[in-house]
Structure formats: C-alpha cells, structure tokens
C-alpha cells in the first residue's frame, strides 16, 4: 500500500523560508515521478514542482522559478520542496504526489495516482 506522509509545513512571515518532505513508503521510489502540488481556498489544485525518477529532470510552475527548488533522495525515498522568499500569495495546502508515468512536465493533478493527506503552509504579510 502506498503511502506518501508530507511535513514541514507551518506559519512563516513573507520573506521567510520552508523546507517541506516527503516520506514515501509501499513503492519502489525511484520509479515513480515526484511532484508537489498545492491548493489554496477556493481555487483548483496546481502543480508547483516536479522531479523525474532519477533527479535530472525537474519541472516549476512560474509562480515559483527561482523561489522555490525541488529535490529528491532516493535512499531515503524522499522528497523535498525548499521554499524561499515566501508570499502570502503561496499560502495554500501543500500536497507530495506520485506516480510511475508521468513526465515531470505534466501538470495535470488527474495524471498523479498517489497522493499525501497534505500539510498546511500559511504566509503572513
């Protein structure tokens, strides 16, 4: 059974920085595409970052080029969202997804097959 646990969220000033993971367990982790995704208050859920199965390739929604970086390990089968220059703009629910077809250009949430319950990020003005 897979099972993706997200954490490190939490209530940041703008400016400030997160560093959120993920823990992944019941898959073999270096076959599946990362990505996070995140969804604020009434608007749909978007794709943020994406990492492909070895590393190499990654994927960043505009919003959070040069903001945010995308990272994985695959010994620890984990992934990573380092965020920085935080806005009130990013505060949504944050959510680490997964599946083993996926390009980490895709970014579609209905194209990810598993899914973390989510973890909160708040950033205050």
């Known amino acids: 059974q897979v099972q993706l646990v997200e954490s490190g969220g939490g209530l940041v000033q703008a400016g400030g920085s997160l560093r959120l993971s993920c823990t992944a367990s019941?898959?073999?982790?270096?076959?599946?595409?990362m990505g996070w995704f995140r969804q604020a208050p009434g608007k749909e859920r978007e794709l943020v970052a994406a990492i492909s199965r070895s590393g190499t390739s990654t994927y960043y929604a505009d919003s959070v080029k040069g903001r945010f970086t995308i990272s994985r390990d695959n010994a620890k089968n984990m992934v990573y969202l380092q965020m920085n220059s935080l806005k009130p703009e990013d505060t949504a629910i944050y959510y680490c997804?997964?599946?083993?077809?996926?390009?980490?250009?895709?970014?579609?949430?209905?194209?990810?097959?598993?899914w973390g319950q989510g973890t909160q990020v708040t950033v205050s003005s």
């Open positions: 019941g898959l073999t982790f270096s076959s599946y595409t």
């Open positions: 997804a997964a599946d083993p077809l996926v390009a980490p250009g895709r970014i579609r949430a209905r194209e990810y097959s598993y």
